[in-house]
């Protein structure tokens, strides 16, 4: 009786028994790491309607994050500054700009929303999903420094995300948060170097308690 298949069929199963492992584990790498925060969402950086250059404001002109996101220190949310906030100083440098063309072009929109009371629709760059809960003064209070999850904002002309703000990535911090901890008065100095300082968090004086952070699910999601 002549054979049905050819031979090499007989390898198959061989082939499959090896190959089916190393395509599930493929697989599984790929979404881990191309699905994953650290890919799609480090690096963000959209253009936003004003040209807002935070390496002149903060490292230039030695803007404290507080001048404009003034709730940090008291509020789940690092507010937004309102357009009032900006023309505080661009109501007195507008003389300087006038006649410098595309540098007085930068603040039209700014201009315009301070005299109709429209707000500049800025776009957010860092934001966590709905589901989890994340309180700004809690980590400010603990002593948590702005570049530990902004980066080095004042170094940057357009903002963008640093850090992949995924589950994992804040539980490594929560679990051990001594290397992302600064003196209470160093929290937006943004020129701190922690490893420089060699700072311990358990000798410094100004702490009245321990930073003990939860690592349980209602922690973050509630």
């Not at 395509?23 to 979404?31: M, N, V, Y």
């Not at 804040?170 to 943004?190: A, F």
Request: charged share 20%.
């Amino acid at each position: 009786m002549p054979a049905i298949f050819p031979r090499w069929t007989n390898n198959v199963t061989i082939l499959l028994g090896l190959g089916a492992p190393m395509f599930g584990a493929s697989l599984i790498f790929s979404i881990w790491y191309w699905f994953s925060p650290l890919y799609t969402d480090v690096g963000y950086r959209p253009v936003q309607p004003v040209a807002y250059s935070h390496k002149l404001h903060v490292d230039e002109l030695g803007l404290d994050c507080r001048y404009c996101h003034n709730t940090v220190e008291r509020s789940a949310h690092a507010a937004i500054p309102p357009t009032a906030t900006c023309m505080n100083c661009h109501a007195l440098v507008k003389s300087t700009l006038e006649g410098q063309g595309a540098k007085a072009a930068r603040l039209e929109k700014v201009r315009e929303s301070f005299e109709t009371g429209k707000a500049i629709e800025w776009v957010r760059v860092h934001q966590l999903p709905d589901f989890a809960y994340f309180d700004h003064s809690a980590h400010v209070a603990a002593g948590v420094g702005c570049a530990s999850c902004h980066g080095r904002v004042d170094q940057m002309v357009v903002v963008e995300m640093e850090q992949p703000l995924s589950m994992s990535w804040c539980l490594d911090c929560h679990r051990d948060p001594k290397p992302n901890l600064r003196p209470l008065d160093q929290v937006t100095n943004m020129n701190w170097d922690p490893a420089a300082q060699s700072y311990d968090p358990d000798r410094d004086p100004q702490r009245t308690r321990k930073v003990d952070p939860p690592v349980h699910c209602s922690g973050c999601h509630r």
